[in-house]
């Protein structure tokens, strides 16, 4: 059984907040009795109170003041620092000391209310030790109108909890939703008309989904005394009232640490990288990933845009990556070499290696976790999001790609564990996939059943050691609305790049765990949540941070070390710039023979070739310190070719065919293109590049205009700024350094010393 803490300061001071608005308003005497049962209190006064007691409440958490002009309050708390704790605490305390006693939770979706309801239950032995106050909660069931009826008529507290589905639609006939059909069993009224009947506070979780106009009209029809929401992202968070960010969540050591385990392939992909991440009817545009010069970039494109020059003319687009059809109805893109990509079936060999290098990581921690775990009587649970639900589980009914590398990864890592007594592989797994409009998917069967009420509704026989279920999978149905304790790893199969969604997985692994006990773990150095991704770290601690800094405000400061603008400033520097300001460029007699020596030479004493690999590094989301894990090989794709090879060679460097052919034969490179072209191509042109360097004098003199090799130079050197270069045979040379001497210029490209 789970042990709750009713002394938590942040969770006590979200309480307060909320019924402090209410400061002043008398206890209803009686309960306030209506033709169709009891109704919360009229609450005369409130509105005229309200102004000041929001002004008081605002100010105690140094919160914006806004008016007072709704009885639209909301309360902001970081997943997994007990949001659903504490709406339900704030409506006993509202019960207690004003006599409200019904309360209706709104819900966007069927995780959530089940969510929810497995809180309540979880809590009930909580509660009632507190408040010593018999009290109901129950689902909304449209073929169960007999609870509508019990809500409205009960003296005791009352939560009903219902999907805005279930009421949004009132439209006349079959079309419309059954809570806003006449009821014989009601006297002819309407359910919605009963429940509105009580003036019930409405309190909305998760709200950021319920923001539409219809949606709010839908609300207004419960009538409700008010309306408190509850997010860690809201929208609009109205009269905000309380406020716990993720910053100081972690601060406060509420939430689990978190650590990402980057799986990346090893250096740049060769493969034409394509990924359709959304498209625009209204503008008519696609939302793509793609290669950019050296790493990913998202960005829209539309008809008739070339992605050779989108990528910054990156050779592997360079034929038949037009735009030349954008699909709206069924997302898609259409280029004009004949190659389709959908949100499904992205571009690029090398998607499917880099996904189930994540499964393969994934389970490797998950099970060192359970390892040193068990001991402490911690379940570990891991939780993996994909981008559909036939990654998982094919429409026969079998398992998709996803499910097929994890049952292999794990029957081949299982064995090395055998302390941990594992279950076997098809019951250490198991989904939850809400219906899918888009693919026309809907979760049927027993299997379906029994993983649903598992995974959603018994969440402490998960936390067991005697469920043999750890690794759940799921897509957008747990995204929000849903999480547990112990879920320690999160592997992101899909592309987390919309507003939020970064921020709403992660919370489903945030709660700090529990033991076996049902008591809190709170060492840091068991709470901790790993979340294996498909992109760099730095990548995605970028689009976290940004998330962060669009719900909180905090922004984050980036020190500089010195003023990089002394050394530009001064009557030296003036004078030296108006000599070479307006750009320059050089023309100098370079050696074949030592180029190729040069190249040959650094090419040969390299370390071997190899096919690509795939690597993990994992990186403490808190103190940016980051350690190498495993690599994992990578069939090779259909990459360039040796002519491509060569090609891209030539336009890197600007050198011959001939001489670049005469490189790769001579350091025995030509061979290795088809195990891994861009470890080839990369190497050749750095070596090349290198070569070309080496050839460069350390001083250059300005003659007429251009630059030419100088012996020497006298005088003190001025430092230059580093977005000056100087365009060479081989690529822009950034001097260190120049200065004028009568009529000669020189600049300074080798050690020396220089004047600051």
């Known amino acids: 059984m789970l042990r709750f803490d009713a002394t938590l300061p942040h969770q006590a001071a979200a309480v307060a907040a ?7 308003l008398p206890r209803a005497p009686h309960p306030a009795f209506t033709e169709t049962g009891v109704a919360n209190p009229p609450g005369p006064g409130f509105d005229a109170r309200l102004p000041a007691n929001l002004r008081a409440v605002q100010g105690r958490h140094e919160l914006p003041a806004t008016g007072g002009r709704t009885r639209d309050f909301a309360v902001e708390m970081e997943t997994g620092t007990g949001k659903t704790y504490v709406y339900l605490r704030t409506a006993f305390e509202l019960h207690r000391a004003h006599g409200f006693r019904k309360f209706v939770v709104v819900v966007p ?11 309540i239950e979880a809590l009930r032995e909580h509660l009632t030790a507190l408040y010593a106050e018999p009290f109901d909660a129950v689902a909304y069931d449209a073929r169960r109108l007999g609870r509508v009826r ?27 939703n059954v809570v806003h059909r006449a009821q014989d069993q009601m006297a002819g ?11 019930p506070v409405v309190i909305l979780d998760e709200p950021q989904n319920m923001e539409s106009d219809g949606a709010a009209a839908a609300i207004a029809k419960l009538n409700p005394f008010c309306t408190l929401r509850y997010s860690a ?19 406060q050591g509420l939430v689990k640490g978190i650590e990402v385990a980057s799986v990346v392939p090893d250096g740049r992909a060769s493969e034409p990288l394509v990924r359709l991440l959304a498209v625009d009817a209204g503008r008519s545009r696609a939302r793509l990933t793609i290669h950019h010069e050296q790493r990913e970039r998202t960005l829209w494109v539309r008809l008739g845009d070339d992605l050779a020059t989108l990528s910054g003319g990156r050779r592997e687009y360079a034929r038949g990556f037009v735009v030349a059809d954008i699909g709206f109805r069924e997302p898609a893109v259409h280029f004009s070499g004949a190659l389709v990509v959908t949100p499904s079936t992205p571009a690029g060999t090398y998607d499917a290696g880099v996904r189930r290098a994540q499964v393969i990581e994934t389970v490797r921690r998950h099970l060192d976790r359970e390892r040193a775990l068990a001991p402490r009587g911690v379940k570990v649970l891991s939780l993996f999001f994909v981008d559909r639900v036939a990654s998982y589980r094919a429409p026969d009914g079998g398992l998709g790609e996803a499910g097929r590398w994890f049952e292999e990864a794990y029957t081949r890592l299982a064995p090395g564990y055998p302390e941990l007594d594992l279950p076997p592989v098809g019951a250490a797994h198991g989904g939850y996939f809400a219906g899918d409009p888009r693919t026309g998917y809907v979760d049927g069967g027993e299997t379906d059943a029994s993983a649903f009420d598992l995974i959603m509704r ?14 759940l999978f799921s897509h957008s149905a747990l995204r929000e609305g849903w999480d547990n304790p112990n879920v320690f790893q999160i592997c992101t199969l899909n592309e987390t790049r919309s507003p939020d969604r970064k921020r709403q997985e992660i919370g489903r692994g945030l709660r700090l765990p529990v033991d076996a006990a049902g008591r809190r773990v709170r060492d840091p150095r068991v709470a901790r949540l790993t979340v294996v991704a498909n992109e760099a770290y730095d990548e995605f601690a970028r689009t976290l941070q940004e998330e962060y800094r669009a719900d909180t405000g905090r922004e984050i400061v980036v020190r500089r070390a010195g003023d990089p603008d002394t050394a530009v400033r001064g009557a030296e520097f003036a004078a030296l710039w108006a000599r070479v300001g307006l750009g320059l460029r050089a023309r100098l007699p370079l050696s074949t023979e ?11 004493a390299a370390r071997p070739i190899t096919p690509p690999l795939v690597r993990v590094r994992t990186t403490d989301h808190a103190t940016g310190r980051s350690e190498a894990g495993p690599a994992y090989a990578l069939e090779p794709g259909a990459g360039l070719t040796e002519a491509e090879v060569v090609a891209e060679v030539q336009a890197r460097t600007g050198l011959t065919r001939a001489t670049v052919c005469r490189v790769l034969g001579d350091a025995g490179l030509l061979g290795c293109v088809g195990a891994n072209p861009t470890a080839v191509l990369d190497r050749a042109a750095s070596a090349l590049l290198s070569g070309l360097r080496a050839q460069l004098p350390p001083v250059l003199e300005i003659v007429g205009g251009e ?8 005088g003190e050197p001025v430092v230059l700024p580093r977005a000056f270069t100087v365009d060479t045979p081989f690529g822009p040379v950034a001097p260190r350094a120049a200065h004028v001497d009568g009529e000669a210029v020189y600049l300074l490209t080798g050690p020396g010393r220089t004047s600051r």
Request: hydrophobic letters at 45%; charged letters at 30%.
């Open 233 to 251: 992202t809201h929208r609009n968070p109205h009269e905000l009232v309380y406020r716990l960010d993720p910053v100081e969540a972690r601060e």
């Open 18 to 24: 909320v019924v402090d608005l209410f400061a002043g």
């Open 109 to 119: 979706s069927v995780a959530v209310r089940e969510g929810v309801l497995a809180s």
């Open 458 to 471: 018994d969440r402490e026989r998960l936390l067991s050691a005697a469920e043999p279920m750890r690794f």
């Open 189 to 199: 009224r309407r359910p919605i008309e009963v429940v509105a009947s009580t003036r």
């Open 150 to 176: 019990r809500f409205a008529t009960s003296g005791s507290v009352q939560f009903l909890v219902m999907t805005l589905q279930a009421f949004r639609r009132d439209v006349a006939g079959r079309g419309g």
């Open 594 to 604: 030592d180029l190729v020596r040069h190249a040959v030479r650094a090419l040969r």
């Open 707 to 714: 630059l030419r090799s100088a012996d020497g130079a006298r």
